[in-house]
């Protein structure tokens, strides 16, 4: 969709007109769901989670290509992770939200594994969200939400400046500093340090076994939203248990 916006933006600027074969509607209902292959409509029960993609074998209805296994996948993770949810907070206010956050935080993290991209269009209105629920106080109060916020955002900035200034490259984009800030409006300020503690021990773990391992290019750049994501979703559900098991571990409490 962002993509789509982008060119016709350009041809706009250009004072260009757009070409026939392109399409202005691009939403998330228009054009329908239809195989990347053939083109054809996918009718309603065939695009039932994980049920249809066992009935159909993994191969489209019309032209018989293999589905990607990612859907299946993406399907059943959204499903459990909303599962988990629902027994952490139980029948409340926070597993809404909790909900929404999470399956926002699923679609950014995929979105910037594929193109190391974190949208605005996603990250800022949750921004918002989670300052607007802090005012009943839903998963940290006001204060320490607009602390988090501010913290979030200017904590990663100033790594992402100084590490620029010593090698002369970007370590980081600005969509992560944005993603800490949204996680930062959610759980408050107080969350914030195991955060960025856990995203940045599993991304250095990850991307050293890739290059180890994997032999993976140094040069190749490794999306960090997926880990602050997972980070940030772990201390939606377990914060304070990490945390004090943290302060425990180091002798500080």
């Not at 260009?16 to 083109?39: A, M, Y």
């Not at 032209?63 to 499903?79: A, D, L, N, Q, W």
């Not at 290019?217 to 945390?243: C, K, T, V």
């Amino acid at each position: 969709m962002m993509k789509t916006a982008w060119r016709m933006e350009c041809y706009e600027f250009l004072n260009l007109p757009p070409p026939e074969q392109e399409n202005p509607t691009f939403n998330l209902i228009l054009p329908g769901s239809h195989c990347t292959n053939c083109n054809t409509a996918i009718k309603p029960y065939h695009n039932i989670p994980i049920l249809s993609f066992l009935l159909l074998r993994g191969r489209c209805a019309q032209c018989k290509m293999i589905i990607s296994y990612r859907y299946p996948i993406v399907e059943f993770v959204t499903g459990l992770i909303s599962v988990i949810i629902a027994m952490q907070f139980g029948f409340s206010t926070e597993t809404l939200f909790a909900l929404v956050l999470s399956w926002g935080l699923i679609v950014l993290s995929l979105i910037d594994f594929d193109h190391q991209l974190l949208p605005d269009s996603i990250t800022i209105p949750l921004l918002w969200l989670g300052l607007l629920i802090s005012l009943w106080g839903v998963f940290s109060d006001t204060q320490s939400c607009l602390i988090g916020a501010v913290a979030g955002y200017l904590s990663l900035w100033m790594v992402y400046q100084v590490f620029k200034l010593c090698t002369g490259k970007e370590g980081m984009g600005f969509g992560d500093f944005k993603l800490l800030a949204m996680l930062g409006a959610w759980l408050g300020w107080q969350m914030l340090p195991i955060i960025v503690l856990l995203s940045s021990l599993v991304g250095a773990v990850v991307g050293i076994s890739m290059i180890v391992f994997l032999k993976r290019d140094r040069a190749i750049p490794i999306p960090f939203g997926p880990y602050l994501a997972g980070a940030g979703w772990l201390s939606l559900l377990w914060g304070e248990d990490i945390m004090k098991y943290y302060l425990n571990y180091v002798g500080l409490a």
